[in-house]
């Protein structure tokens, strides 16, 4: 006579049966991992509350917070505007021409992202006109990051235009994304804060880096209060 055993039941005799390998141990209940995870979640969200905090920010802060602790995160971010200061050697688009590409692209690669613009032989390309002025927006405002810039069919020879802009990122030497025209992006409606997202999702920039945070404030200050009329200006002065 062969008697059914349910594996899940805590039994004396299903405990026998385990402890010789005969049925296999319980599954552990998931409910107390899940718990002790969302705990653990909850405490580091609180131990980072600070994290994207600038040092006016922090400054706000010193009758909320212990000052020991206001204080390590004043020295970390003094230590990343330290670190910004000194890495920002480029500030400007280096305009390459296809025998330094070696040198000035992949070899410079080693030591920091380097961002490549195939421009167009057109004026009348309109993308490549508009990533070239947020190129030297970007190269000025990150100058750890290296921004270059070649005509597409003088860097490779027939090159389509219509190709153009097309943007070569690289870094360690090798190339770490490429986007043909900016059609990945926002196509002619491309803003400098896609661009900045790109080099987030590349890792070329942080998420608590205090030049994104300035942007996103200055773009906040520039947008009219509810409780502010707008005043329009009809000086035609512009125009003479």
Known sequence: ???EVNPNEDTEWNDILR???????????????????LVE???????????D??????????????????EQYRQKRLAELSTLQQTSVHNQVYPIQKVDY???VTEASEKYFVLVHLTSSS??????????????QLAAKYGDIKFCQIRGNMCIEGYPDKNTPTILVYKDGEIRRQLVTLRELNGPRTKLEDLERMLLDLGALKESDVRLKKQSDS??????????????????????
């Open 219 to 240: 773009m906040d200050d520039d947008r009219p209060s509810k409780n502010k009329p707008v005043v329009e200006d009809d000086d035609d002065d512009d125009w003479d």
């Open 123 to 136: 004026s009348a390309n309109v993308e490549s006109q508009l990533l070239a002025d947020q190129w030297r």
């Open 102 to 104: 070696a040198r000035e």
């Open 1 to 3: 006579m062969q008697v």
């Open 19 to 37: 402890k010789h390998g005969v049925i296999p141990e319980k599954p552990q209940d998931p409910e107390p991992l899940i718990q002790e995870a």
């Open 53 to 70: 905090k600038d040092l006016d920010e922090l400054d706000e802060l010193e009758d909320e917070e212990d000052e020991e602790f206001l």
């Open 41 to 51: 979640a909850e405490r580091k969200a609180y131990e980072n509350r600070l994290e």
